[in-house]
């Protein structure tokens, strides 16, 4: 469906129809209006024919079109003879389970058109348009379409860099609670993070050459303000992309010294346990033995043979005993 659509001219929004999309380019290409004039579609999960409506009204590539439709793209930019079509991933992190949603939004770019196609409910887009038509940022939307991208991927990476605090948060949690000595945490928490992590690095990973492309000098974006503000968004998704490649790294090195700690503790408990086996076995092995119906037996008959056999029974643990203290093993 169609969530919104608006003219803006010098940065300013005029409200329209969607029945009067092709009258409104036609006339932003036809009265000679400046090249930053454009009209801006926002959709969220289109039929295939009610995009096709918007496809005819704004004449949009048909590569573009089929790759917005599909979904479940890369994020990538692709510059076609007539506009640019770039796809970004968006994320939504919970910190209860710490999983990682994935969502998608497509942005088409052509002469005096941006058209943004969001996919899945994960999109933190829902305030762009209304940020961008603010007093402060209509400076932006003055520069046409590129704009939008910029917004997007703005808003995009902010998100990013909201889940890294998160996931720092979480990896210091564990890190903590596997060093700090109760090692309470479970290997598959450890692992369901590192999978998260992968997810969050498979999103924010081709970002990077996306936002390299649009702050070129003698790239795609001729403005030098707005090739500012694209390398300002570069620059913050540098950082996250440092950081999330950090937590990788750091939560293998922890999943590795929290199973060399449940090996170790694993050994120790064996020792316990070993250890008092040994000496349940000498007062197991006396009794055993006098325990025999044999008539000529040792002691058997002798008045002080049962406290002498229960003696010698507590000497000999108690031995062992103080020998397995004094190694370790108790």
Not at 275 to 295: C, D, K, Q, R, S
Not at 315 to 329: D, K, M, N, Q
Request: aromatic share 6%.
């Amino acid at each position: 469906m169609i969530v919104d659509q608006a003219v803006y001219r010098d940065g300013v929004r005029e409200s329209c129809d969607v029945d009067t999309l092709a009258h409104e380019l036609e006339r932003l290409r036809a009265d000679g209006a400046p090249e930053h004039d454009f009209l801006w579609i926002g959709l969220k999960d289109p039929t295939p024919q009610e995009f096709e409506v918007v496809r005819r009204a704004l004449d949009l590539h048909p590569l573009a079109v089929e790759d917005a439709l599909d979904g479940d793209q890369r994020a990538k930019l692709e510059v076609y003879d007539t506009g640019i079509y770039a796809v970004v991933k968006t994320l939504d992190y919970d910190p209860a389970t710490s999983d990682i949603e994935t969502g998608e939004v497509s942005v088409i770019l052509s002469p005096h058109v941006a058209v943004t196609l969001r996919h899945g409910e994960v999109a933190p887009l829902r305030g762009v348009r209304q940020r961008m038509e603010q007093e402060r940022q209509q400076a932006l939307l003055s520069y046409g379409p590129l704009s939008v991208l910029h917004g997007v991927l703005d808003t995009v990476v902010d998100t990013y860099s909201a889940i890294d605090d998160a996931v720092a948060d979480d990896l210091e949690t564990i890190e903590r609670d596997v060093f700090g000595g109760g090692n309470r945490t479970h290997s598959t928490t450890i692992y369901r993070l590192k999978r998260e992590v992968l997810e969050f690095r498979r999103a924010a990973t081709p970002l990077g050459p996306v936002l390299e492309a649009l702050t070129q000098k003698d790239g795609l974006v001729r403005s030098r303000e707005l090739r500012l503000h694209f390398r300002d968004v570069a620059d913050h998704l540098s950082a996250v992309l440092q950081d999330v490649e950090s937590y990788d790294t750091l939560l293998s090195d922890i999943l590795g010294a929290h199973l060399s700690q449940i090996g170790v503790q694993q050994n120790a408990d064996m020792r316990r346990i070993s250890a008092w086996a040994a000496m349940i076995a000498v007062p197991t092995l006396v009794a055993g033995i006098y325990g025999m119906n044999f008539e000529h037996m040792p002691e058997l008959h002798w008045a002080l043979g049962y406290p002498l056999a229960l003696g010698v029974m507590a000497l000999v643990v108690t031995l062992l005993h103080r020998a397995f203290r004094r190694s370790g093993w108790l």
